[in-house]
């Protein structure tokens, strides 16, 4: 005979006052503890996060638990790990006492800075200051321990179990671009075309050259690199710095 299904909320029904969203990003991490490491519990209270969860048993309370986390929970979540960064070491197996040492000395961070290890050698690296993130993330080709260290910007979709990283931050350029393009919003618009915009280069947020945009973007090197792009029935010629592409 089986048993029946129970289920309920694990807490109870709040309003969104209880997500704490005073002060910026930098503030609450690092108020925290000055490693690069947020404290959800500072931002998300123990009430708003139980009244969006469920725990079910559909066979039964002897059967398997069966737990939903609500989308709002893992949204406010996902945003702690918007500085953070997955990195690995081509070839090499590497501490994460010494890869957080190496990461240091090499990227000389302003702010704190903390390195996990995760599953199949690779890291998830996390930072206090935009700045040292972007810096890390947009720096280029970096090597450590005589290898390649490949990287790439943190997603709540990788799984570091199957995944691999296929991706590579590279900075591209878009030629001939009318100035009044040269809008930030617009240029990382338009390098949406060609990836995951990450960053647009100070000289073109200034228009201080206006031959090119330079935009850093997020590209799976396992594919085809895109030589064009339209924009307003315009075609504008993009180039890869670093790569060679067909």
Not at 96 to 110: C, G, I, S
């Amino acid at each position: 005979m089986s048993c029946p299904s129970r289920s309920r909320v694990l807490g109870t029904e709040v309003q969104d006052e209880h997500m704490k969203d005073e002060g910026s990003y930098a503030e609450k991490v690092q108020s925290s503890n000055g490693r690069g490491v947020p404290v959800p519990e500072r931002v998300l209270e123990e009430e708003f996060v139980l009244s969006r969860m469920s725990l079910e048993f559909p066979d039964g309370e002897e059967g398997e638990p069966v737990i939903t986390i609500g989308k709002e929970v893992l949204d406010a979540m996902n945003g702690l790990f918007r500085q953070c960064m997955i990195v690995k070491v081509m070839g090499r197996h590497i501490s994460v006492e010494a890869m957080n040492r190496r990461l240091k000395e090499l990227w000389k961070p302003r702010g704190g800075m903390s390195v996990l290890d995760l599953p199949r050698q690779f890291f998830m690296v996390r930072f206090d200051v935009e700045e040292d993130y972007l810096r890390a993330v947009t720096g280029g080709l970096w090597r450590v321990f005589g290898s390649i260290l490949m990287v790439k910007t943190w997603s709540p979709d990788f799984d570091p179990v199957r995944d691999e990283i296929r991706t590579r931050p590279v900075w591209v350029r878009i030629a001939n671009l009318p100035v009044n393009f040269y809008h930030k919003t617009i240029l990382m618009g338009i390098a949406g075309g060609l990836g995951k915009p990450i960053k647009v280069d100070l000289t073109s947020l200034r228009v201080e050259r206006a031959r090119f945009a330079r935009v850093c973007v997020e590209v799976d090197i396992k594919r085809q690199l895109k030589g064009t792009l339209m924009v307003n029935g315009e075609r504008y010629y993009v180039s890869y710095e670093g790569l060679y592409h067909n």
